[in-house]
């Protein structure tokens, strides 16, 4: 991956590769750095919870051809 700042002087910009990376599909984002919303990111890092079912496990026992019984 390469990221890279940069500050356009005109409307076209251009820029090099790495060899192994011609060829193969590439995705371009461009935004503005002052854009970027704080608030999004760290929504994006939010802890996910499974609190909606609680089970007792203590003294439960796996057992795999129980499971892939059909």
């Known amino acids: 991956m390469?990221?890279?700042v940069l500050t356009p002087n005109d409307s076209i910009v251009s820029f090099s590769v790495p060899e192994?990376?011609?060829g193969r599909q590439l995705e371009i984002?461009?935004?503005v750095v002052d854009d970027v919303n704080d608030d999004i990111?760290?929504?994006t890092k939010e802890k996910k919870t499974f609190s909606a079912i609680k089970l007792k496990t203590k003294?439960?026992?796996f057992n795999r051809d129980e499971a892939n019984e059909r």
């Open 29 to 31: 984002i461009a935004f």
């Open 2 to 4: 390469i990221r890279t």
């Open 20 to 22: 192994n990376y011609v």
């Open 59 to 61: 003294g439960f026992k």
């Open 41 to 43: 990111i760290y929504a």
